[in-house]
């Protein structure tokens, strides 16, 4: 199944853009303009159903947020695509010809799904610039061994992510020297490094100050069109300003309670009732 993928060849949108700003490529077949699937999926804990017959689609390019009472679900979901979790039933595919629910985690990963958790874990012994070079060459697809020299265009690609994740002038500071979100941005580009077409974010804006927070909905609005990206968050103020007029998806109880832009969610009395209305 994987092989017949790849087999497709790459599918490269944005090829103009920035290096790390592929949409879709390394043979995810995304021919029917999404690039995730989830269909029906049911996760069962114990006779809990935590997923209950949960259908979602995600569109290539699209910034999708999703968003929903404790409990509804948001991190299982996370949990089934990575392939941490298997569905009791139902279907997930990445873009029309991978099924996640046959592939292990560093299948998935390396097929090109990244996650970032909510708590960050970068490497903190090492400078911020080595963290981002030690990310790309953990990427299976780069070749050169840890000790190769970087490439022209591999420095540059470490640059551009450095500008983009706004800690470009620290690149030589430890890791484990930067704020909290410095440290959420610094694993935001070590996930970029590897050119995910896919890239899950866990509440990347819980813990963040303010000023954070709006500088990380800057950067996500940056990627948006270059990535496909899903966002769990509770930060309605963050999530209003990356939704755009783009689609927020409101899971209660497992499954999908409302879907639409920022306003109609907002404005749907089911929604108030379960969640925003607290
Ligand atoms: N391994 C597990 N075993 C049993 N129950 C689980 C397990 N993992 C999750 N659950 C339950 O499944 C439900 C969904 O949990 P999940 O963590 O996916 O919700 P969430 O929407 O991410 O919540 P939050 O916003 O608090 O992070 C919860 O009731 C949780 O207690």
Not at 3 to 19: E, K, L, M, T, Y
Not at 70 to 79: F, Q, S
Not at 255 to 260: E, I, K, R, T
Request: glycine fraction near 10%.
């Amino acid at each position: 199944m994987i092989a017949n993928a790849i087999n497709n060849g790459p599918d490269v949108i944005g090829a103009q853009g920035p290096s790390y700003g592929r949409v879709a490529g390394h043979g995810v077949d995304t021919s029917h303009g999404a690039i995730l699937y989830l269909e029906e999926i049911t996760v069962m804990f114990d006779g809990f159903r935590a997923l209950n017959k949960l259908s979602l689609d995600i569109s290539v390019g699209e910034l999708r947020c999703i968003i929903g009472p404790n409990g509804a679900g948001k991190t299982t979901m996370m949990d089934v695509i990575t392939g941490k979790t298997r569905p009791t039933t139902g279907t997930a595919f990445f873009g029309q010809t991978m099924d996640l629910s046959k592939m292990a985690e560093h299948q998935i990963a390396h097929a090109g799904i990244g996650r970032k958790f909510q708590r960050p874990t970068v490497f903190e012994h090492h400078t911020v610039f080595e963290n981002l070079e030690l990310a790309m060459k953990a990427d299976k697809r780069v070749r050169p061994t840890l000790f190769a020299r970087l490439s022209s265009e591999q420095k540059g690609k470490i640059d551009e992510i450095l500008r983009l994740i706004r800690l470009n002038g620290s690149e030589t500071r430890m890791a484990g020297l930067l704020s909290h979100g410095q440290k959420q941005w610094l694993e935001i580009g070590m996930l970029l490094m590897q050119e995910p077409q896919l890239i899950l974010l866990d509440e990347p804006v819980a813990g963040m100050s303010d000023a954070e927070t709006a500088r990380t909905a800057e950067l996500l609005n940056e990627l948006r069109g270059k990535h496909s990206i899903m966002v769990v968050e509770h930060d309605m103020g963050f999530v209003t300003e990356i939704a755009q007029q783009g689609v927020v998806t409101v899971l209660h109880e497992g499954s999908v309670l409302a879907q639409g832009t920022m306003a109609q969610v907002q404005s749907d009395e089911r929604v108030i009732e379960v969640y925003l209305g607290r």
